[in-house]
């Protein structure tokens, strides 16, 4: 007979949902699952929460496992903690959602954890309840958008205005009217246009800028408030 202790044991387990953005398009990276149950099938990147690590350390260590990175974004999410989540074990999962810059990938890394990147419109079908954690990140990070100058993480350090108006009708799910968006941002005075163009895209070029930090660290010290709120078209 099992022991009271035995009976009642929960396992703490973390869930990283990793969000990038490549050809304006969001994207999920998931891995294939090497292991009983779901063997083969498509996951988040988790891992139990140890006795010398707090759930933050836990996410960290993950999110370093699998990617390389120790400098990333994340937030955690509240707790998925139903009954028969997982079939073999109770376990109660705590997600956090990550966003990065999918150019600063590891091949190598990517290859070893079977891990693929996915368009958040066409995901294959993920264990246990981890479309539902997906979910979570996606309406989290919709609503600190127009908060927080959070959408930057997913770009690379160079970026064009169209490039930036492309992040955020990926997150935001809708069109937006390019002149009211570019006076929006622009009205923050947050951003750095830098000296040189990308041409890639048309002959004409366009300027390319870099979010300052420091100058939206100041302006906060000074109350202001980001906020964004575009109209869409």
Not at 196 to 205: P, R
Not at 207 to 222: G, H, S
Request: glycine share 4%.
């Amino acid at each position: 007979m099992k022991s009271y202790q035995s009976k009642n044991k929960v396992h703490l387990a973390v869930d990283c949902i990793i969000i990038g953005f490549s050809e304006d398009k969001l994207e999920l990276l998931c891995i294939k699952r090497d292991f009983e149950p779901f063997h083969g099938q498509w996951s988040l990147m988790g891992g139990f929460m140890t006795h010398e690590e707090t759930l933050d350390e836990a996410a960290k260590r993950v999110l370093k496992k699998l990617t390389g990175l120790d400098d990333i974004y994340m937030e955690q999410l509240p707790a998925f903690s139903t009954i028969d989540r997982d079939p073999v074990e109770r376990t109660v999962s705590v997600p956090y959602f990550a966003l990065i810059n999918s150019e600063d990938f590891k091949d190598k890394l990517i290859d070893k954890y079977s891990a693929h990147w996915f368009s958040i419109e066409e995901l294959p079908n993920l264990i246990f309840d981890h479309s539902h954690m997906v979910a979570a990140a996606l309406k989290r990070l919709r609503a600190r958008t127009t908060t927080k100058p959070i959408g930057f993480e997913l770009l690379p350090e160079r970026f064009t205005m169209l490039q930036l108006q492309s992040l955020y009708e990926a997150i935001l799910d809708r069109k937006l009217d390019k002149r009211n968006f570019n006076t929006k941002v622009m009205a923050m005075d947050i951003l750095y246009r830098l000296p040189e163009k990308e041409t890639n895209t048309s002959k004409k070029g366009s300027y390319l800028y870099r979010f300052d930090k420091d100058a939206y660290i100041q302006k906060m010290e000074e109350g202001l408030r980001f906020k964004l709120e575009f109209n869409s078209i």
